[in-house]
């Protein structure tokens, strides 16, 4: 029964920055991360942390993308620097118990790179 809600999405030009920020509201959850999807593209994995701190991200991402969260706040977020035209897509807050489950997930937040 998490609720998640995403902020911080816009344009920017390639090379710029923008911080995503997602709040959950209800249980603390172990696993929260991000996913994007572009359009006619499917939905992928973009970066997740759980409550200890473990992180993981996907290839196209790693050195520019850096993901965080505040227990105390029950928010995540992600820090996305040097961005590409190819990281425009809808991005989308999921917060889980366990790897395996699709767990809920956020309404999404539009970033666009575009000169």
């Known amino acids: 029964q998490v609720q998640l809600v995403e902020s911080g999405g816009g344009l920017v030009q390639p090379g710029g920055s923008l911080r995503l920020s997602c709040a959950a509201s209800?249980?603390?959850?172990?696993?929260m991360g991000w996913y994007r999807q572009a359009p006619g593209k499917e939905r992928e994995l973009v970066a997740t942390?759980?409550?200890?701190?473990?992180?993981n991200y996907a290839d196209s991402v790693k050195g520019r993308f850096s993901i965080s969260r505040d227990n105390a706040k029950n928010t995540v977020y992600l820090q996305m620097n040097n961005l590409k035209p190819e990281d425009t897509a809808v991005y989308y807050c999921?917060?889980?118990?366990?790897?395996?489950?699709?767990?809920?997930w956020g309404q999404g937040t539009q970033v666009t790179v575009s000169s």
């Open positions: 942390i759980t409550r200890g701190g473990s992180t």
């Open positions: 999921n917060a889980k118990t366990y790897t395996w489950q699709t767990g809920s």
């Open positions: 209800g249980s603390l959850v172990n696993i």
